[in-house]
């Protein structure tokens, strides 16, 4: 296949927006919707949490991405022009004006969320018989699982792991003038916020009016160290919290496990990635010069590592408030409708046969390709399943069901990727199971890249005129719990031409086929990338050509050079190109003579936008619209077995045009990404008609009816 080279264009800082500092504009959006008054309350709250969630993240996987390039000496730079320790400064410098902004929302959330009796206090804020029952709470069910550790001439400062939440305590001996330190870690099987109420509750005190009131743990550890240090005077204590480099490059790592199958080596590696380097230090603003110094020279760090934050460290914890039982204080229930052409009491195979099926997650129901699954492992004409599973949750029906599907002796063969990051022993689990049933399970293919995030499934069923084989495509993961939060796309086809696709798709993925190629699929790594270049370059044609050109697309990260290069081109050239990305995204829209032709927009509300859509107006039918698991990324293109699928049947392809101008027309959710990096909240025109996407779905599944 031909390469496609934009070489008369070169990326900088000019036309590049940097990858991390695009991320933090997307976290801004999130937290943009805990300061959102419209928002109920209890979601705001859960968005200050997903906002710490993916800053954790972040941290672990990109911060000490460049934390190593530092260290390393390396000054090469992408073509955004930042040096790794310039890019680290100013990485510091943005997140530390975001985390006020979180805990000032805090604060304000927090101060509504009074009104409604729900409180989170200090413990000095109580009154003594609430403090009396957190100290009785403390001494039965906190101080037997307490651990001390002290530091001295004879017992050196211990490990600190990632993520864990610990308090810092410095003691004097009664009449003594010699400190003391000690480090405690705060449990993490216990609640990290203490319902008040429930504790008095418990040891005989009536307290209605606290039933909604929480303390931090590390709170009452701190007022109760008496306890644990009889004889000592406690001089300072200060929570401090660590964040490690948890990211796992699997492909260097492989060097030195040759000698172990790849169950083993993906166990040894998870357990590897708690000693990782810290990258992040999140004290108290109101630490002491001296116990700050120390925790820095004890955990071997730089002043350029430590966060201060003025308030409770790792509000993750913020997601237990949301299982309050306070339905006015959360989005009104949403219950998924059925697909259209799943009706009842039809057989899923039969109404597959008649018509393509689309399940637009999570406003339709994932009940369909559960069904998918469980019909086709009890079905005694089904002869094979096979799979691609990338996260799919701790209680899995899917997995269930190939289990069960092996049981009914059908031929089942499951590709489980055990290098999803953080998934890795989640996947591994699963894949021991699958395999004790008897399932053919294999982890990928030696000589290709190192993950596989295609998302897809074959069943291979007996008919009467023949062996049919049906197939089920998706932009997201086999996962009933992000189903429900995950806005995604999927495809039920016994197309002829896919089903061979996907059979030599799985062929390639368990044998030896290094020569495979597809009718219909554009699978990378092979053949993704070069694929969708030449679909701009159609554009690009018409477009010079004097033809109305567009190119409309949903993704969740846009990053990849060529491909930056190429929409440059078509803008040049008049194509109109619209664009949805959720997260970062590195090229510069709206820039006089390279890009005045693209808008782009991102989305973030109630649901994770997920889905991925790709139409080329000038393409010919068949490669019109485009769904996939692939973003537009490098990883993706050239690291990654993915597949991206077309929407032949022309009564969905219309649905799915429908989802994304949809989407393309949200002005209540969405954001605009200007020039310079930045985004602006999209503000409806006078008269304009309100769009809010994902209230739109929640009415219909495949959105309003808008011309191109």
């Known amino acids: 296949m031909a390469k496609h080279k934009n070489r008369h264009l070169e990326l900088t800082p000019d036309n590049y927006i940097n990858r991390e500092l695009s991320w933090i504009e997307f976290n801004q959006r999130v937290l943009h919707e805990a300061q959102d008054e419209s928002v109920p309350l209890l979601e705001r709250i859960k968005f200050l949490a997903i906002f710490s969630s993916n800053l954790d993240e972040f941290f672990m996987v990109r911060v000490a991405y460049h934390h190593q390039k530092a260290q390393g000496g390396s000054t090469r730079s992408r073509p955004d022009g930042y040096a790794p320790i310039p890019l680290l400064e100013e990485m510091r410098r943005r997140i530390t004006i975001q985390v006020k902004a979180q805990y000032d929302t805090l604060t304000h959330v927090l101060a509504r969320l009074a009104q409604h009796n729900i409180h989170l206090k200090t413990v000095h ?10 100290r009785t709470y403390f001494a039965e069910a906190v101080y037997p699982v307490l651990t001390p550790l002290a530091v001295d001439h004879a017992r050196p400062f211990p490990f600190i792991s990632n993520l864990s939440l610990n308090l810092a305590v410095v003691l004097r001996r009664y009449g003594s003038g010699e400190n003391e330190f000690v480090r405690l870690k705060v449990p993490e099987m216990l609640p990290r916020l203490v319902n008040v109420g429930q504790i008095m509750m418990k040891y005989g005190e009536s307290a209605p009016e606290l039933l909604e009131t929480f303390v931090w743990l590390e709170d009452v550890i701190a007022e109760n160290l008496d306890m644990l240090f009889p004889g000592m005077d406690v001089i300072e204590q200060y929570p401090f919290r660590v964040t490690r480099n948890a990211d796992i490059d699997y492909e260097h790592e492989k060097e030195d496990t040759v000698n172990l199958d790849v169950s083993e080596w993906i166990e040894e590696t998870v357990r590897e990635r708690r000693f990782g380097d810290v990258v992040r230090l999140n004290v108290p603003e109101g630490i002491s010069r001296v116990m700050l110094t120390r925790l820095v020279d004890e955990l071997e760090i730089s002043e350029r590592d430590v966060h201060p934050v003025p308030g409770a460290l790792g509000l993750t914890a913020l997601f237990q408030l949301t299982n309050l039982d306070h339905p006015e204080l959360k989005y009104p229930v949403y219950t998924p409708r059925m697909p259209a052409g799943t009706d009842a009491g039809k057989n899923l195979f ?4 008649e018509n393509d099926i689309l399940v637009h997650l999570p406003y339709d129901s994932f009940a369909p390709v559960e069904e998918f699954f469980r019909v086709a492992a009890r079905d005694p004409d089904v002869l094979a399943i096979k799979a691609t599973l990338y996260r799919v949750g701790r209680n899995s029906p899917i997995v269930q069901a190939l289990m069960e599907a092996r049981d009914n002796d059908k031929q089942v063969a499951v590709l489980v990727e055990l290098k999803a990051r953080f998934d890795e022993q989640n996947n591994l689990e699963w894949a021991r199971a699958l395999e004790n049933k008897g399932v053919h399970v294999t982890y990928g293919v030696e000589e290709l890249p190192v993950k596989t995030h295609a998302k897809i499934a074959l069943v291979v069923r007996r008919e009467a005129d023949g062996v049919r084989r049906y197939v089920h495509l998706s932009t997201g993961n086999y996962n009933s719990g992000t189903a429900r939060q995950y806005t995604d796309i999927g495809l039920f086809t016994c ?50 050509a004097g033809k109305f050109a567009r190119i409309a697309a949903k993704m969740n990260q846009l990053e990849e050079d060529e491909i930056i290069k190429k929409l440059y081109e078509a803008s040049q050239a008049g194509v109109q190109i619209d664009l949805c990305v959720r997260g970062l995204c590195c090229l510069r ?25 790709f139409y080329f107006h000038n393409a010919p039918e068949e490669r019109q619209m485009l769904m996939g698991s692939a973003d537009l990324m490098r990883r993706n293109l050239y690291n990654r077995v993915e597949v991206t699928f077309p929407v032949l049947d022309a009564g969905v392809r219309r649905l799915v045009l429908r989802t994304l101008e949809t989407s393309l027309h949200d002005n209540q959710k969405a954001w605009e990404l200007l020039p310079d990096g930045s985004y602006a909240c999209i503000v409806p025109a006078p008269g304009e008609a309100l769009i809010d996407s994902q209230q739109t779905f929640m009415r219909d599944s495949y959105g309003l009816e808008i011309p191109i």
């Open 589 to 613: 829209p709206g820039v006089p003579g390279l890009s005045e032709n693209i808008r782009v927009r991102s989305i973030v509300g109630r649901y994770l936008e997920h889905s991925r859509i």
């Open 125 to 134: 804020e109580l009154e003594t018989p609430a403090r009396d029952a957190l």
């Open 350 to 353: 039969t109404a597959i046969r």
């Open 495 to 544: 197309n002829n031409d896919i089903a061979d696709d996907a059979t030599r798709l799985f062929n390639r993925l368990t044998g030896f086929a290094p020569g495979t190629s597809y009718k219909r699929l554009l699978v990378a790594p092979e053949y993704l990338l070069n694929g969708f270049l030449e679909l701009i370059e159609g554009e690009i044609q018409a477009a010079r």
